[in-house]
C-alpha cells in the first residue's frame, strides 16, 4: 500500500519570505501522480499543484514550485513571496490508480507579518 | 453552482441516530469521491463511484455506512446508529473522469458531530 509523510506538523514564515514544505511517499509504483493541496479554514480543499512522475521537469504556478525527487520519493512545495492568504493546512497526496488519493497528515503553515 | 456543493454544512445529533450528507458534484463530473477528515486519523477515503460501475466501498469503515448515486450525480453518505466515533468532517470530491491526471475537486465539507 501507498503512505504519505509530511514529517512537518507545522510551519513559520516570515511574510514575503520563501518557505518549503517537505513530503516523502512510499509506492512500487513507477507512473503516478503527485498533489498538493491548500486547505484553509473554511475547510475547502484546493489544489494547489500537480506533478506527473514521468515528466522529470518540476512543475511550477506562479509563486509555488515543486522539487520532485522520483529516486529519492520526495515531493517538497516551495512557497516563494509568501502572503498572509498562505496560512493554512497543505496535504501532499498521492494517485496512482486513478481513483482514491492518499494523503499525508499535512503541515500547518502560518505566515507573520 | 461552479463548485462541489456539499449540505448540510455542519450537524449535530444524537449518538444512534442516521445520518445523511448531500454531496452535488460539479455538472458533467463521472467520478465523485467520499473522505472522512478526523483529527486522529486524517484524511481517509470512504468510497468511488465512476459512471455507471460498480462503486469502489473498500474504504468505508463498517456496514454502518452506506452511500448511493443516483442518475450519476449526486450522492448521499449514510451513517446508520451513529457512534462518537464518527464525528468527522466529510469531505466530497468530483473529477472529469478517472485517470491520475484528472484532478479532484472538493467540496467544503459538512462537520458531523455525534454528541
Known amino acids: 500500500a501507498q503512505t504519505v509523510t509530511q514529517s512537518q506538523p507545522e510551519m513559520s514564515v516570515q511574510e514575503a519570505e520563501t518557505v518549503t514544505l517537505s513530503c516523502t511517499y512510499d509506492t512500487s509504483e513507477s507512473d503516478y501522480y503527485l498533489f498538493w493541496y491548500k486547505q484553509p479554514p473554511s475547510r475547502q480543499m484546493i489544489l494547489v499543484i500537480r506533478q506527473e512522475a514521468y515528466k522529470q521537469q518540476n512543475a511550477t504556478e506562479n509563486r509555488f514550485s515543486v522539487n520532485f525527487q522520483k529516486a529519492a520519493k520526495s515531493f517538497s512545495l516551495k512557497i516563494s513571496d509568501s502572503q498572509l492568504g498562505d496560512a493554512a493546512m497543505y496535504f501532499c497526496a498521492y494517485n496512482n490508480a486513478g481513483n482514491m488519493l492518499t494523503f499525508g497528515g499535512g503541515t500547518r503553515l502560518m505566515v507573520k507579518p | 453552482g461552479a463548485g462541489v456543493s456539499q449540505s448540510p454544512s455542519n450537524k449535530v445529533t444524537e449518538k444512534g441516530k442516521d445520518v445523511e450528507l448531500r454531496c452535488d458534484p460539479i455538472s458533467g463530473h463521472t467520478a465523485l469521491y467520499w473522505y472522512r477528515q478526523s483529527l486522529g486519523q486524517g484524511l481517509e477515503f470512504l468510497i468511488y463511484f465512476q459512471g455507471n460501475s460498480a462503486p469502489d466501498k473498500s474504504g468505508l469503515p463498517s456496514d454502518r455506512f452506506s452511500a448511493e448515486r443516483t442518475g450519476g450525480s449526486v450522492s448521499t453518505l449514510t451513517i446508520q446508529r451513529t457512534q462518537q466515533e464518527d464525528s468527522a468532517v466529510y469531505l466530497c470530491?468530483?473529477?472529469?473522469?478517472?485517470?491520475?491526471?484528472?484532478?479532484?475537486?472538493f467540496g467544503d465539507g459538512t462537520r458531523l458531530s455525534i454528541l
Open positions: 470530491a468530483s473529477s472529469p473522469g478517472t485517470g491520475g491526471n484528472q484532478p479532484q475537486h
